[in-house]
Nanobody, 129 residues
Framework: VQLQAFGGGLVQPGGSLRLSCAVSGFTLDYYAIGWFRQAPGKEREGVSCISSSGTSTWYADSVKGRFTISRDNAKNTVYLQMNVLKPEDTAVYYC???????????????????????WGQGTQVTVSS
């Protein structure tokens, strides 16, 4: 099973995009979902994570106040609203599932990509004038 991230594109600095993460034939309800990004020549970086219920969220310091993660379990979809985009946000964005951890554990471990499963191909976000 692979999650599909989509909604990327080319946007000017200061612009907005909303990414979606979805999958068919697989229920996301029981999993926390993380968004990661990877720029050329750089390691994969945790951007945000949301608990299975949606009541807890976590963000990288670099995106706090600009990005918002949310989920609609009825639609089996997780979103990443990205506002005030900067050139340094340019990367391929991925989503993946995180299971088997309590919220307390996720709070300290969510940025570790090796704990995630069901990675998809990602969606390119390019911020440029």
């Amino acid at each position: 099973v692979q999650l599909q991230a989509f909604g990327g594109g080319l946007v000017q600095p200061g612009g907005s995009l909303r990414l979606s993460c979805a999958v068919s034939g697989f229920t996301l309800d029981y999993y926390a979902i993380g968004w990661f990004r990877q720029a050329p020549g750089k390691e994969r970086e945790g951007v945000s994570c949301i608990s299975s219920s949606g009541t807890s969220t976590w963000y990288a310091d670099s995106v706090k106040g600009r990005f918002t993660i949310s989920r609609d379990n009825a639609k089996n979809t997780v979103y990443l609203q990205m506002n005030v985009l900067k050139p340094e946000d340019t990367a391929v964005y991925y989503c993946a599932t995180l299971g088997g951890l309590t919220v307390w554990q996720i709070r300290t471990l969510w940025t570790r990509p090796e704990l995630y499963r069901n990675w998809g191909q990602g969606t390119q976000v390019t911020v440029s004038s």
